[in-house]
Structures are given as structure tokens and as C-alpha cells.
């Protein structure tokens, strides 16, 4: 069935920079967007980056200008540019697939921004 598989999380100083990745595995049809949320203990889920059809993309205030979403023509790969880290970005992000169908998460990778 239908499968995200995230990687590239991990430790970094502030300042540095990060990308993760989503690998889509099985069959998902009426994809509408791809998107990365993240989700610190101490803070509700937050949408981060969004790409949807025609290559609109959408970001939250707080990384506009220091993270970029893309994708590959397939729809079946989801990427996260993360420049200029701060600490305060240290979260689990997660994939997401906005489809007709339903919504699929992936399982979750740790980012730790250091001072």
C-alpha cells in the first residue's frame, strides 16, 4: 500500500543547512499537494512548506526565504531545503500527500539545531 519514507534529518548548527527527503511508495492517485509539517512537544503541528499542482508552492512566515520545497516530475519524491537553521526550527518533520483518496504521513525524521 502506500508508503512515505523520509531521511536526511539530524544535528546541525545554527546557520547550517539541511535537506531532507520523501521517498512515495505504492500506488497514490489524485495527488493534490505534497507537503512537510513539523511538530516540537512544546508546539502544535505546523505546515511548513506546501507544492501543489502547476508548482504553486506556499511557506510558513517563519522559514520564508530560508527553506525551499520541491519535487520531481513524478510526484513520488518530496524534497526540504533547509538553509540558515535557527534552533528555534528543531522539530520532527513529517511528509504529507494531500490526495482525493486520503491523507498519508510519513513516519517522521528528527532536525536538532544547536546554538
Known amino acids: 500500500q502506500v508508503q512515505l519514507v523520509e531521511s536526511g534529518g539530524g544535528l546541525v548548527e545554527a546557520g547550517g543547512s539541511l535537506r531532507l527527503s520523501c521517498a512515495a511508495s505504492g500506488t497514490i492517485s489524485g495527488i493534490r499537494a505534497m507537503n512537510w509539517y513539523r511538530q516540537d512537544p512544546e508546539k502544535q503541528r505546523e505546515l511548513v512548506a506546501a507544492i501543489a499542482g502547476g508548482g504553486v508552492t506556499r511557506y510558513a512566515d517563519s522559514v520564508e526565504g530560508r527553506f525551499t520545497i520541491s519535487r520531481n516530475k513524478a510526484w513520488s519524491a518530496v524534497y526540504l531545503q533547509m538553509n540558515d537553521l535557527k534552533p528555534e526550527d528543531t522539530s520532527v518533520y513529517y511528509c504529507?500527500?494531500?490526495?482525493?483518496?486520503?491523507?498519508?504521513w510519513g513516519q517522521g525524521t528528527q532536525v536538532t539545531v544547536s546554538s
Open positions: 504529507n500527500i494531500n490526495s482525493a483518496r486520503g491523507n498519508y
